[in-house]
């Protein structure tokens, strides 16, 4: 099979009503611990770190989180990845990624993602003889760079996957060459998760985590009422140390949700440190489902609170009801709060977004060619419009992002908060033959004035943080921030 470059390639613009329609935003997010640069031309790739491709590693005496990643799934999966599985993949990144991509930078982090995958399998060291790699030369040719890590792998599952189970290790490699990328945007999901986001049938406990730390392990921010978690004792403050005995420190929230939810009236053991405790405690919860909605609404002080915990089809026409509710009542501003908000469908964005702009833009999407489209709102602004603040947090991705960057730069908010997490994107899906995915980067999503946002995140006007005492006090400074701001506000007009 021979690797057919077509960097060229000019993709079709599709009419602004069928952009949102196909726009894949996941709200998966904070994922991928980019190792390389991603680069194109200049010089020969250069292989001569690969000679050292699992000869003599034995791995650090604990997992990295690279290792613990790799070994993640709970269910493996009974198929293993080939090296023509692997193969698509790398043709797929070199010839659909958004930039242009040295094929050397591939190869090594899927170097890097096997040596992760097979210690975390406890397979290290192997024989060198069955994975040293020669060096490809000063060939320019993908295939003849590949050629050599792809027989290595291929000699090393011939020999070992009969004898022991190494099916993670196929994943880890796909991550590996995904991590190269430096896009969060860009990630491997495993058919857990793939499961887990293609429809219903899981259920989780009933918490939200945040992380204040990427060192740390993620805190307990809520608690949902009558959840697994609440009849389990789980308060606000608690840190999760462990699900299922794998620690949680420097892995991605959005990983750890995917571990902690499961089947329904299955149990998931999280190892729990309560604030202050000088140790650890075990907890074991029966998974069930937990009712939430996806938008609160509330009247606080004179001004409209709306929490959208999530962008779904059934979410635009509940905030515009609100907003409209709020204008009858002569509110003097409007809080949009899009903390924890991972975006999810760019169609609820359009709509929301046109209740501020009308069929203004909220981005423009460019793709590999430099072509670029214009997404527009969907929808009637409403009027009046009242002072509006919009809430943000490191959590805040994708969709909300957009959403917020929009409103931003057309002076339609003031955003208080912290930096958003920068993680958005236009994507392919490849799906790979154990059930998993590649969700690839094949467009960019920037703000109407041009600025980037992925790898980048929104700023906020005023950085306002809070912090796990708040959190346990139930104080939200960002919210009496943002209630201030709209007193200052009406105050000057």
């Known amino acids: 099979m021979r690797l057919m470059r077509n960097s060229a390639t000019v993709v079709r613009r599709r009419a602004p009503a069928q952009v ?3 726009l894949v935003l996941c709200a998966l997010a904070a994922l991928c611990t980019g190792c390389t640069s991603v680069g194109g031309g200049g010089d020969a790739p250069d292989l001569s770190q690969l000679v050292t491709f699992l000869e003599g590693n034995q791995g650090s005496a604990s997992q990295t989180a690279a290792q613990r990643t790799a070994a993640r799934s709970s269910q493996p999966s009974s198929e293993l990845l080939t090296d023509d599985d692997l193969y698509q993949v790398y043709g797929r990144v070199l010839q659909n990624y958004v930039d242009p991509v040295d094929p050397a930078v591939l190869v090594q982090g899927a170097v ?3 040596d992760a995958g097979a210690a975390a399998e406890g397979i290290l060291p192997v024989a060198s003889d069955l994975v040293a790699v020669a060096s490809a030369g000063q060939s320019r040719d993908p295939d003849a760079v590949w050629a050599p890590f792809a027989a290595a792998y291929k000699k090393f599952m011939t020999k070992v996957a009969d004898r022991q189970d190494v099916g993670q290790v196929g994943q880890a490699t796909v991550r590996g060459m995904l991590q190269a990328l430096n896009d969060p945007y860009s990630l491997y999901l495993d058919s857990r998760a ?3 986001t293609q429809g219903s049938g899981f259920a989780g406990i009933g918490i939200v985590l945040a992380r204040l730390d990427p060192a740390n392990p993620p805190v307990v921010r809520e608690v949902s009422v009558n959840g697994p978690a609440a009849r389990g004792g789980l308060r606000v403050g608690d840190a999760i140390l462990a699900v299922n005995g794998r620690p949680t420190a420097g892995d991605p929230v959005s990983e750890i949700g995917f ?3 499961g089947i329904p009236d299955t149990d998931v053991v999280l190892t729990v440190q309560s604030r202050g405790a000088a140790g650890s405690r075990d907890v074991t919860l029966t998974r069930a489902p937990v009712e939430r909605p996806s938008v609160e609404s509330r009247r606080q002080n004179d001004y409209e609170y709306l929490r959208v915990m999530t962008l779904d089809s059934d979410v635009a026409q509940t905030v515009r009801e609100a907003l409209v509710e709020s204008n009858r009542r002569g509110d003097k501003g409007w809080i949009i709060d899009l903390r924890g908000n991972g975006g999810n469908d760019l169609q609820a964005v359009g709509e929301i977004g046109s209740m501020f702009l009308g069929d203004g833009m909220i981005a423009l999407d460019v793709n590999r060619s430099g ?5 527009r709102g969907s929808g009637t602004a409403l009027s009046p419009r009242p002072p509006v603040v919009v809430l943000t947090d490191r959590d805040t991705a994708s969709g909300a992002e957009l959403l917020t960057a929009a409103l931003h730069e057309a002076n339609l908010a003031t955003v208080i908060g912290e930096k958003s997490a920068g993680i958005v994107g236009r994507g392919v899906l490849i799906p790979l033959p154990d059930g998993s995915q590649v969700r690839l980067a094949a467009e960019k999503l920037i703000t109407p004035a041009g600025a980037p946002i992925n790898k980048v995140g929104v700023s906020p006007d005023e950085q ?3 912090t796990v005492d708040d959190w346990i006090a139930g104080r939200d400074p960002q919210l009496e921030r943002a209630i201030g701001r709209l ?7």
Do not use: K, P, T, Y
């Open 20 to 22: 949102w329609a196909s």
């Open 112 to 114: 890097r993602g096997f």
């Open 194 to 196: 793939v499961q887990q």
């Open 259 to 261: 571990d902690i939810r």
């Open 371 to 375: 072509q670029v489209g214009v997404l």
């Open 464 to 466: 306002v943080s809070s």
């Open 487 to 493: 007193n200052e506000l009406n105050n000057r007009g």
